[in-house]
């Protein structure tokens, strides 16, 4: 069945880079795009970017100049990288697998950005 | 971008008793295709958002037939008939036209 499970440090030091793993099962990332959103404790969603079948990226203007996703097909897995964190990027970070909508999502990963 | 408003509900609905969700975009979301670009997700409690509704009216297999979609290119209505107490969470809809997909704010149901 599909699955997909993200993964990183919990906690990030001001300033500095995250990074975070969606590894994906029951489904071939060359079929289908994976998304990256966010949720701010007790707020919304927000897109961040998607990696499309082709490898090809679309990223939230907002966070365009922080973001980078890629990718390991061979491992099924899709990489989120997001430099100068600040407190605000304080979230639970969710991969989304593009489907009929986003179809599948993830547990999702709570990452504090604290000092 | 394209801004996506979410109405309130009379919270608590009654169980048993309709509910009807509301989703307005900034921009018509009817694409030269004939589809609408608008999904509408549940967020239960402590769960992450699952798809109920893809191109504003397609239902999702396995979603119960007491949800329904229907709109035009900038206004949305999400129907849930007969609320039962699984269908308590937050609803959001979302826009898939153009990046960045955005996301309303999210509409809270709570069931008496």
């Known amino acids: 069945q599909v699955q997909l499970k993200e993964s990183g440090p919990g906690l990030v030091q001001p300033s500095e880079t995250l990074s975070l793993t969606c590894t994906v099962s029951?489904?071939?990332?060359?079929?289908?795009?994976v998304n990256w959103v966010r949720q701010p404790p007790g707020k919304g969603l927000e897109w961040m970017g998607t990696i499309w079948n082709d490898g090809s990226t679309d990223y939230n203007s907002a966070l365009k100049s922080r973001l980078r996703i890629s990718r390991d097909t061979s491992k099924s897995q899709v990489f989120l990288r997001m430099s100068s964190l600040q407190t605000e990027d304080t979230a639970i970070y969710l991969c989304?697998?593009?489907?009929?909508?986003?179809?599948?999502w993830g547990q999702g990963v709570m990452v504090t950005v604290s000092s | 971008d394209i801004v996506m408003t979410q109405g309130a509900l009379p919270n608590p609905v009654p169980s048993g008793e309709s509910a009807s969700i509301t989703c307005q975009s900034s921009?018509?979301?009817?694409?030269?295709?004939?589809?609408?670009?608008l999904n509408w997700y549940l967020q239960r409690p402590g769960q992450s958002p699952q798809v109920l509704i893809y191109?504003?009216?397609t239902r999702v297999p396995g979603v119960s037939d007491r949800f329904s979609g229907s709109g035009s290119g900038t206004d949305f209505t999400l129907k849930i008939s007969r609320v039962e107490a699984e269908d308590v969470g937050v609803y959001y809809c979302q826009q898939f036209l153009e990046f960045p997909f955005t996301f309303g704010s999210g509409t809270k149901l709570e069931i008496k």
């Open positions: 921009k018509s979301l009817l694409f030269s295709d004939g589809k609408t670009y």
């Open positions: 029951g489904f071939s990332l060359t079929r289908y795009g």
């Open positions: 191109w504003m009216s």
């Open positions: 989304a697998r593009l489907g009929t909508g986003f179809d599948y």
